[in-house]
């Protein structure tokens, strides 16, 4: 088709075409800037203020947080604006509670929380997502600011960032174990660690076979696996073990 034969556009339409292009790669810029803090320093406090500041300014929030899931509180770990300082604990309960239950599914509450200092004339819309792998919640991101309420694709973003920075904290988490947990990990297969790290929350074999999208019999297996691999007489050592390397219960 020649030139000529392209239907012109409405400037409306074009509007909407260069602004649809404009999030394309803001979205991108996000997962490329993440990517490569990550990929060259790995994770730690410094990089999570980066990748903190990095999403507020391309989602226009003012106001964020991370924090890392400890027992029954949330440690801040970045913040940005109006908020807990760094070092700060929050208690699991309320929102948080339901949004950091096992097995974590991806859901963004806009409920009013103690999380923000600035006043509540302010206007602002705030939101809290659950940061997790392989439905293992290991802390959260929170925002706020006045973008208003989040469209699909943006879910859709910020659910992919949850889980590339979840990720991250669990490596991280692993890497700070010993060289002999190192080991234990490493004689596991990809498979038997995704079911390791996943008894400490007590899961029955077809609670785990739904999770992981296998058969139960195959869980029973992965499980025997594992207890043999490790040495230990029963899930209940082997949970208390998975707890041991970072694989919490919470």
Not at 28 to 57: E, H, P, V
Request: aromatic content about 6%; hydrophobic content about 40%.
């Amino acid at each position: 088709m020649i030139d000529s034969e392209v239907p012109a556009l409405s400037a409306r339409e074009l509007r909407a075409s260069v602004k649809k292009d404009h999030e394309e790669n803001a979205k991108l810029r996000l997962f490329y800037l993440t990517g490569k803090m990550l990929y060259d320093k790995g994770w730690s406090a410094t990089i999570a203020a980066q990748i903190l500041n990095t999403f507020c300014t391309q989602i226009g929030a003012a106001h964020g947080l991370i924090a890392i899931q400890e027992t029954n509180t949330l440690t801040v770990l970045a913040h940005l604006g109006q908020t807990y300082p760094v070092g700060a604990r929050i208690p699991i309960m309320g929102v948080l509670a339901k949004l950091l239950r096992s097995p974590c599914e991806f859901q963004v509450s806009h409920e009013l929380t103690p999380l923000w200092s600035y006043p509540d004339t302010a206007g602002l819309t705030p939101s809290i997502i659950p940061i997790a792998y392989a439905q293992q919640p290991l802390g959260i991101l929170a925002f706020s600011g006045n973008a208003g309420t989040l469209s699909k694709d943006d879910n859709q973003t910020i659910h992919s960032l949850s889980g590339l920075v979840g990720m991250a904290m669990m490596r991280a988490s692993k890497q700070s174990a010993s060289p002999e947990d190192l080991h234990i990990l490493d004689s596991l297969t990809p498979r038997e660690r995704e079911v390791f790290a996943l008894l400490p929350y007590g899961h029955s074999n077809a609670a785990l076979a739904e999770l992981l999208g296998i058969a139960p019999g195959t869980v029973k297996i992965h499980v025997e696996r594992i207890l043999s691999k490790l040495g230990l007489k029963d899930r209940t050592q082997a949970a208390v073990k998975a707890v041991e390397l970072g694989f919490k219960n919470n």
